[in-house]
Each structure stands twice: as structure tokens, then as C-alpha cells.
């Protein structure tokens, strides 16, 4: 058993191997990921290397033949190019425009009689987070009770879509089946905004604010969340007379004071002096 450790031990030793493999996590698909893998031959020659996405070959340089880089389209991906040297090999991919998670192995192995064989993965996910915060349209500053409204939260392309949640002073609204996220058509890269209505009835005998908040969120591990949120002010009595009295009548209380003023000074100069 110790013996058996110790040769592959020697035989892991002396094997040629791969270095580093950088292969991002995420992928823009606007843009060509580029992935690359680095080696070391120990002595050996190198026969090929091979890039494969999943099980599949998307790419195979082999220095002995012309010539010596070959792509492979697969489904859902495109391969844009890729350069080798004696220990590196680059490769670009253009990732599929869904939002998709796959694994791709670097794969080194040596020239014959042995033909031994290295061989690393990594996965990346394509995703395109959204650039902006959502935007709620169809809210009031201020409405009255029994009123009825429609809001409608917006959030910004992303791959995956973004889900909609809605909440009102902090409670989570259920959509109604009507009121479902429903997505825009795909952008370059397969990017959707999506939106959602939520409708409010504010109750006949409400008073204060509500507090309105939608909340775009990507379904990614972790999850990306943006939000938006607006106060909306429910119309009463108090507030009624305070709204009336400060776009209305800003000017009678300066003016009572300057009647009482008035009185003040005619009663003090005729009927205070003539004491
Ligand atoms: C892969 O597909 C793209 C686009 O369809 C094409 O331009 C390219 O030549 C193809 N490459 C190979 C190796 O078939
Ligand atoms: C919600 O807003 C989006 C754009 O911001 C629009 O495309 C969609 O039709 C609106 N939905 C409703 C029900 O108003």
C-alpha cells in the first residue's frame, strides 16, 4: 500500500501539468469570454490541447500539424479564435445569449508511447446584470381614500430577466394572475427588461402614507437585488386644510397680525393716551 502511494507520488512528480486555468465565472454574452490554460510539459512533449465545453470539443491545437489550431462550433456557442505557445493556450468564446452554466476542461497530453493526460474544468455562467435601478410609474404624491391605482415597476435589461416583487410598508403584495412579471423582447445578447402592475386600493377610512416599494431581482447565486420606492400621501381632513392653507391663504395669518397690530396701536393711542 506505502509502495503503491510512493510511485504514483513519483509518477505525480514527474508528470507534466497544468498550472493555472482561468476560466471567469461570469460571461457578458455581449461580449467574447476568453479563457486560458497554462502548463508545464516536464521534459515531455507536448502532443495536443484540447478545450472542451461540457463533453464537447470546441477546440484542439496540435503543434505537429496543419494547421495546428482547429474550432468546433457547437450548439450554442460560437468559438472566435484562440493562440497556443509552448506552455499557454488562449481561446475565445462567444457565449450562448441564455442564461446557461457550463463546465469547460482544458485537457494536456503528451506524445507517445504514453500519451498521458492533464486535465482541469472550470465552470462560467452567462449573465447580465442590470445597470440601473427599477423605476415605479403611475405613482401619485398624493391620493384619496377609496382611490384606486396602477403602478407599473420596470427594471433594466438583464440575462437572466429580472423577477418583480412588490411591497407596501414593508408587506410582500401576491400578484394576482393578471399581474404576473411579464418580459420585454430580448436585446443584443438575449437581455429582457421586465415589469409588473400592482393595483392599490386604498381603503375609505385610511389615513397617513404609503410606503410603495418594487424590487427587481436576479436569480443568480447569490441573487442580485435593486429596488425603487416612493410615498404616496392619502389626502385627509388635516391634511386637506394644511395643502389648502399653504398653497391657498398663505397670506392670512400676516395679515391678522398686522390687523391686530393695527387694533393694538389705535386703542393704544386713543384710548390708553387719552387715560
Ligand atoms: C462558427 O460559426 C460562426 C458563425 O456561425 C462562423 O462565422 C464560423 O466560421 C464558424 N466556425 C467554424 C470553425 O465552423
Ligand atoms: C409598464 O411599463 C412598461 C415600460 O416601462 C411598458 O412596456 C408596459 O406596457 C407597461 N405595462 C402596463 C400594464 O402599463
Known sequence: MKLFSLIALC????????????????????????LSCHFEMDDQKLHSVKWYRDTHEIFRYNPSQKPPIRLFNV??????????????CLVR????????????????????????????????TVVAMPEKDPIIIGAPKLVKPGEQ??????????????????YIDNELQKPEIWQR????????????????????????????????RCEAILLVEPPVVRDAATIITIYSRTQLSKYVSNSGFSASPSLCFWIITLANSFIYNTVIRSL
Open 181 to 212: 412579471t411579464e418580459l420585454s423582447p430580448p436585446e443584443v445578447g438575449g437581455l429582457r427588461a421586465s415589469w409588473r402592475v400592482l393595483r392599490v386600493s386604498v381603503p375609505s377610512g385610511a389615513s397617513g402614507a404609503l410606503r410603495v
Open 93 to 124: 468564446v462567444m457565449p450562448p445569449p441564455l442564461a446557461t452554466r457550463a463546465a469547460y476542461t482544458c485537457e494536456v497530453s503528451t506524445e507517445g508511447p504514453k500519451f498521458q493526460i492533464a486535465r482541469q474544468a472550470k465552470h462560467m
Open 11 to 34: 509518477a505525480l512528480a514527474s508528470a507534466h501539468k497544468i498550472t493555472q486555468l482561468k476560466v471567469p465565472l461570469y460571461a457578458d454574452p455581449r461580449r467574447a469570454a476568453e
Open 75 to 88: 450548439t450554442g456557442i460560437m468559438v472566435q479564435g484562440g493562440e497556443c505557445t509552448a506552455d499557454s
Open 149 to 166: 391605482l396602477l403602478l407599473n415597476c420596470t427594471s433594466d435589461y438583464s440575462l437572466p430577466p429580472s423577477d418583480i416583487n412588490w
